[in-house]
């Protein structure tokens, strides 16, 4: 597990920087009909997190709520929590070092993490775009992202997920669900927001490849 990376947010900024993750997504078109799902953490117990239903690409501060990360989790969850809410929450009880978590459709990774889902997994190799990912410092590195079967019951959904990461090899800041999309994390915004990024363009390029062979 990865140090702390408190202060963290003041409930304010949390606030607005689940707004910029939800809308630059919405920009990018990875979050169609509803979809997605954006949070950042306060400190060690409360995250800001967008509300259920509604356009991401349209979040404003009236559909962000404040979550307590365990009750959410094992106790009564807030009415208006996402049904993937759990997901977010879950990676923050698992990792003090996340300070926000996005989730998003892009098309290749709804595709790819249904093709592949029986391995486990999608390796991703020799991209220069690999290099966007903390902690790799050469194309000539391998990256594991996982990928996990749906599941609409996202509080077991999360604690599988969260079991099979602990023995996760590499570094990893996000994962798949087949036909369905990815989570992806970092320390803070702008980290979130690059590893997202890197993967999606990764996932495109993987699927393009696949498609020519
Ligand atoms: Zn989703």
Same mark, same amino acid.
């Given at each position: 597990?990865?140090?702390?990376?408190?202060?963290?947010?003041?409930?304010?900024?949390?606030?607005?920087?689940?707004?910029?993750? #939800? @809308?630059?997504?919405? !920009?990018?078109?990875w979050?169609? %009909? +509803?979809a =997605?799902?954006?949070? #950042? @953490?306060?400190?060690? !117990?409360?995250?800001?997190?967008? %509300? +259920?239903? =509604?356009?991401?690409?349209e979040t404003?501060?009236?559909?962000v709520?404040?979550?307590?990360?365990?009750?959410?989790?094992?106790?009564?969850?807030?009415?208006?929590?996402?049904?993937?809410?759990?997901?977010?929450?879950?990676l923050?009880k698992?990792?003090?070092?996340?300070?926000a978590?996005?989730?998003?459709?892009?098309?290749?990774?709804?595709?790819?993490?249904?093709?592949?889902?029986?391995?486990g997994?999608?390796?991703?190799e020799?991209?220069?775009?690999?290099?966007?990912?903390?902690?790799?410092?050469t194309?000539?590195?391998?990256?594991?992202?996982?990928?996990?079967?749906n599941?609409?019951?996202?509080?077991?959904l999360?604690?599988?997920?969260?079991?099979?990461?602990?023995?996760?090899?590499?570094?990893?800041?996000?994962?798949?669900?087949a036909?369905?999309?990815?989570?992806a994390?970092?320390?803070?915004?702008?980290?979130?927001?690059?590893?997202?990024?890197?993967y999606?363009?990764?996932?495109?390029?993987?699927?393009?490849?696949?498609?020519?062979?």
């Open positions: 597990m990865n140090a702390p990376v408190f202060p963290a947010l003041t409930e304010p900024d949390a606030v607005q920087a689940v707004i910029a993750l #939800a @809308r630059w997504c919405g !920009a990018k078109g979050v169609p %009909a +509803t =997605g799902n954006f949070s #950042a @953490r306060i400190d060690l !117990a409360r995250a800001a997190c967008t %509300a +259920t239903g =509604g356009d991401k690409g404003s501060e009236a559909n709520i404040i979550c307590d990360i365990e009750e959410n989790l094992t106790g009564t969850p807030h009415p208006r929590l996402s049904a993937e809410g759990p997901l977010h929450l879950q923050y698992d990792d003090p070092s996340i300070g978590v996005a989730h998003a459709h892009p098309v290749s990774a709804v595709v790819l993490s249904r093709r592949h889902l029986s391995q997994k999608i390796v991703l020799g991209w220069e775009m690999q290099k966007a990912i903390r902690g790799i410092t194309h000539e590195s391998t990256i594991e992202l996982p990928i996990f079967a599941d609409q019951d996202t509080r077991r999360g604690l599988r997920v969260s079991e099979a990461m602990k023995d996760w090899s590499g570094p990893v800041f996000g994962y798949l669900i036909g369905h999309g990815i989570y994390w970092g320390k803070d915004l702008r980290e979130t927001r690059r590893h997202l990024e890197a999606a363009h990764l996932l495109d390029l993987t699927l393009e490849e696949e498609r020519r062979a």
